[in-house]
């Protein structure tokens, strides 16, 4: 069983005016075989925390510790986050010219794996991930998310999370600009990732759709940079209906879809 550890973790990004904190004392720990989502009205520090893991040179960390089965991930460069079995989806994924995905796919699965797959064996694999996730098989030579729509993106990014096959992924509003295939399609390839069995899932959003077709083991609160109340998925229900007043003080509307 593998853990991932988020001690009273505190983190800060770096403006034009200096560094302004944003992570408060976040503390999370999930295990192989769970899915955990945060929640949280927008401005709370969600994407800031999934940054920060990543280590973003935007997003400095403060004080606090991230352990990956004992080793403290902060000590360690981005590559080798990724290495360890750390993964990312982004919110907003880049586009990247002039770099078809197929060799963007093999190069990140050669420098997470050690070794570059086999010819055969990856082309194959390739196309049934590929399919699993309702991508034309002509996406393969595209450039990077060059043109892609916003649902194209976050289907290349879940088939990123099923060919690195890392330890734990942090998916970052993966839901955001999906439409009802989409959405459908993306949280397939997210469930299907997770019943692997020793993988573990930190799926951050501000909307409650998407757990319609991913359950979590556990729901966390974020509100002004840390974690404040924490449930089963009964507390996303309680979310839709209510909103997030009763953390912030602010009256918002209720988090739908």
Request: aromatic content about 6%; hydrophobic content about 40%; glycine content about 10%.
């Amino acid at each position: 069983m593998a853990t991932l550890e988020i001690k009273d973790l505190h983190g800060s990004v770096l403006t034009e005016e200096g560094a302004k904190p944003i992570l408060k004392g976040v503390n999370l720990t999930i295990d192989s075989g769970q899915i955990h989502a945060i929640m949280g009205p927008n401005g709370s520090g969600k994407s800031t925390l999934a940054y920060a893991l990543a280590g973003h040179p935007k997003y400095q960390i403060d004080s606090g510790s991230v352990l990956l089965d004992g080793e403290d991930v902060l000590e360690m460069t981005v590559d080798e986050r990724a290495r360890a079995g750390l993964f990312l989806a982004m919110q907003y994924p880049v586009e990247v010219p002039g770099v078809s995905m197929s060799n963007f796919l093999r190069t990140a699965a050669t420098a997470v794996r050690g070794e570059a797959p086999q010819v055969r064996h990856w082309v194959k694999e390739v196309k049934t991930a590929m399919s699993d996730l309702d991508i034309e098989t002509s996406f393969s030579e595209r450039s990077v998310n060059e043109g892609f729509s916003g649902g194209e993106k976050k289907r290349h990014e879940i088939l990123q999370l099923d060919l690195l096959n890392p330890k734990f992924a942090v998916l970052d509003e993966t839901d955001s600009g999906l439409d009802v295939d989409a959405l459908r399609v993306v949280s397939d390839g997210v469930n299907k990732f997770k019943d692997k069995g020793d993988k573990g899932v930190l799926l951050i959003t501000h909307y409650t759709r998407i757990l319609k077709h991913i359950t979590p083991d556990r729901v966390h609160v974020f509100s002004d940079g840390k974690v404040v109340e924490s449930g089963g998925a009964e507390l996303a229900d309680e979310l839709e209906s209510t909103g997030y007043v009763r953390f912030t003080g602010k009256k918002e509307a209720a988090a739908q879809s």
